[in-house]
């Protein structure tokens, strides 16, 4: 979940020091506004920066041993779980620093010491606040505007992600190509805005089935919508299509024109499989597609897998 995600909770703030009154100093400082998390060398702040609950924003001192602050921030903007998060330096004015160096490399900030309370706190809300609205921006940029769920470009990262894990994991990942039967008559009868209308419903519902946060829907483009499913073998995956089937056939939304029944259906296409070396999720998308079509050329109204 990221930042902008957590309206009601405290930002995380990782304070990263080898001198601990340095971090006893910043942490009251910003206890009263924080989650507070300190590390005082590099090298565990970097676990505590990949673990399942990193930080908002980081507050790493320069001249550390083993690994001094400007690695530290190289390590981590170059991690892709990491590099979005703001990296701010904290140094004393009479320490060796390059600023052209740190912002090169991805800091957003420098503090000097001995600093300002009040300027140090408003240059952290600051960059977590430009943080908060670019997290908006790219998820508004993954966001379909009709469906109001993820779109292609957000799909494609999924499965990208989802493959990895799975093939880390060594567990099958299944997917699901829907398609609305013939909804360019749907059109044709009810007109575009009722079309809008029903893809909305349709994207929707699909979405109230998927109950694991780990499933993912999005809308693979016109009246086309993609449902993938983390560690699900055939068999759960055609009971998941099953279920989600028969919550369309519950909306009864007519359609007059259909050719498979006489209100709005699907033809879905159901592929799985243990992501191996030497393959690709590309495979597994061609295989949903194939079966899709499958359930197409078999009347529509029906499942293929």
């Not at 001192?61 to 892709?80: A, F, N, T, V």
């Amino acid at each position: 979940m990221t930042y902008s995600e957590r309206k009601d909770e405290r930002a995380k703030l990782l304070i990263v020091d080898d001198n601990k009154q340095n971090i006893e100093l910043l942490m009251e400082l910003f206890r009263d506004d924080y989650k507070i998390t300190a590390a005082v060398n590099a090298r565990r702040a970097l676990k505590i920066a990949l673990s399942e609950a990193p930080p908002d924003i980081i507050l790493t001192d320069i001249l550390m041993p083993e690994m001094d602050g400007y690695e530290l921030c190289r390590k981590l903007k170059g991690d892709s779980k990491t590099k979005n998060i703001p990296l701010l330096f904290v140094t004393a004015i009479s320490e060796e620093m390059d600023e052209s160096r740190g912002f090169a490399l991805g800091a957003v900030d420098y503090i000097t010491k001995p600093f300002n309370p009040l300027m140090v706190k408003a240059r952290v809300k600051l960059h977590l606040e430009l943080k908060r609205k670019q997290e908006l921006l790219e998820k508004y940029a993954f966001i379909d505007a009709l469906t109001e769920i993820p779109n292609r470009r957000r799909f494609d990262e999924v499965i990208d992600q989802e493959w990895n894990r799975a093939h880390r994991a060594g567990y099958s990942i299944s997917l699901m190509m829907i398609d609305i039967d013939h909804f360019k008559l749907y059109n044709d009868t009810y007109g575009h805005g009722m079309g809008d209308d029903c893809l909305r419903r349709v994207a929707g519902t699909i979405a109230e089935v998927l109950r694991r946060s780990s499933d993912f829907v999005a809308r693979y483009g016109g009246e086309e919508f993609v449902v993938i499913l983390p560690d699900s073998d055939l068999s759960k995956a055609l009971d998941t299509a099953k279920k989600i089937q028969d919550k369309i056939d519950a909306l009864d939304i007519a359609h007059q024109s259909s050719l498979a029944a006489d209100h709005v259906t699907f033809s879905i296409g159901v592929a799985t499989m243990i992501p191996e070396d030497g393959k690709h999720p590309r495979e597994l998308i061609e295989a949903a597609d194939t079966k899709l079509y499958e359930a197409k050329s078999s009347g529509r109204h029906c499942i293929r897998s």
